[in-house]
């Protein structure tokens, strides 16, 4: 089937962070999202923008990423318009972020609806995700802020929840919901429940809304960072642009769109969730990535040069040979070992929440 742009759409990708429980492969200086982290020929930055230039059409994608990114971010997508790379002079979180491409897309094209997603997820059903922004435009129109709830197919605790309610009754959005709240990461019990009552959807940080719409809750309830954002936004094509910038960006508010806008606009009523289910993973550890690598040899998943690792008795491990020797691993079940040419890590999938306590340790240099 082919698809067809869907007017007045625009998607913004921040793209930002380290993928600290990545480590040792994803580092500060070349994050996650520039990797190739599936073995599918094209990194998770790159497979984001193949979902989403259907929707939109390659003029319509905007990415916001940090200045040490930029170039990397130009290499790996070039049909990217040189007007549509926003660079952040430091990380403020994603409100800020998101937030200056909704008002840079308003100074720039009127009350379009935009749709913030992700660098550095992966999704294996694109057909679904496409059919889910179409309803969630459709909601947005009628001024909702739209989250795209992703169906949990296990009780976890490394993912915030969205408590789905009844039916939200707009046009072209059959499967659309009210979303009653948002939930934090919860233990392993209260994941249980919330999956036995059948309302719970992971949050995937997915949110489509008008630019007026998102700008006016900001105002509302953000009036500083809203401010900041609007001046920035009336003096980026501009010769002020660089002034303004650095003037502005050090004072925003540092705070995630969830807290900043979702929860509060949920709790009023004026959140909205689409139900989907996308095979959509937030590559948040090696423990999340084992699942989404295929098992080869002995049950071991391997990323990287082929011929460069011997397991034996080893289920279930991980193992990246990118330091360019042989890697083996003998009798250590769900082992993680990632060599790089200056760091080597060994530590095992229960423990790979933990790595950011590794990371924290580690001189600048290694991070």
Same mark, same amino acid.
């Given at each position: 089937?082919? +698809? ?8 913004? #990708? ?12 994803? @580092? ?55 007007? %549509? ?18 008002? +840079? ?6 009350? #379009? ?23 969630? #435009? ?16 296990? *009780? %976890? ?41 059948? @309302? ?13 719409? +998102? ?62 289910? =996308? ?20 049950? #071991? @998943? ?22 360019? @020797?042989?890697?083996?691993? =003998? ?31 580690? *001189?600048?240099?290694?991070?």
């Amino acid at each position: 089937m082919t +698809l067809h742009p869907i007017p007045g759409f625009h998607a913004v #990708v921040p793209a930002g962070g380290a993928g600290t429980r990545l480590w040792p492969l994803s @580092r500060r200086s070349h994050p996650k999202f520039l990797l190739d982290l599936t073995g599918s020929g094209r990194t998770l930055l790159q497979g984001t923008w193949d979902r989403l230039v259907p929707l939109t059409g390659p003029d319509g994608v905007v990415v916001v990423t940090g200045e040490a990114h930029a170039t990397a971010v130009r290499g790996q997508l070039p049909d990217l318009p040189g007007e %549509s790379l926003l660079t952040e002079p430091s990380g403020r979180d994603s409100m800020a972020a998101i937030g200056l491409a909704a008002a +840079l897309l308003h100074e720039r094209h009127g009350d #379009v609806v935009l749709g913030s997603f992700a660098a550095d997820h992966v999704v294996r059903r694109p057909a679904e995700l496409h059919a889910a922004v179409r309803e969630a #435009v459709a909601a947005a129109r009628a001024d909702y802020v739209v989250t795209i709830g992703i169906t949990a197919d296990h *009780p %976890s605790t490394a993912f915030g929840y969205i408590e789905t309610g009844p039916a939200l009754g707009v046009a072209g959005a059959p499967a659309a919901r009210h979303a009653v709240a948002f939930a934090e990461k919860p233990d392993a019990q209260t994941a249980a429940e919330y999956l036995a009552t059948g @309302r719970y959807r992971w949050n995937a940080g997915m949110f489509v809304v008008r630019a007026r719409v +998102l700008l006016d809750h900001l105002e509302r309830l953000q009036p500083t960072l809203h401010e900041g954002l609007l001046r920035i936004a009336r003096a980026w094509d501009t010769a002020e642009r660089g002034a303004v910038l650095a003037h502005e960006w050090p004072r925003l508010t540092r705070i995630a769109i969830d807290h900043a806008v979702a929860e509060p606009v949920a709790a009023d009523g004026g959140v909205a969730v689409v139900p989907a289910d =996308l095979g959509w993973d937030d590559v948040g550890d090696w423990r999340s990535l084992a699942g989404l690598l295929p098992a080869g040899p002995e049950g #071991v @998943r391997t990323l990287g040069e082929p011929g460069r690792t011997l397991a034996l008795d080893s289920e279930g491990a991980v193992v990246v040979p990118d330091g360019g @020797r042989l890697v083996t691993v =003998l009798g250590i079940p769900d082992a993680v070992v990632v060599d790089t040419p200056d760091a080597l890590l060994v530590t095992t999938t229960d423990h790979a929440q933990r790595l950011r306590e590794v990371v924290d340790r580690l *001189p600048d240099a290694l991070r």
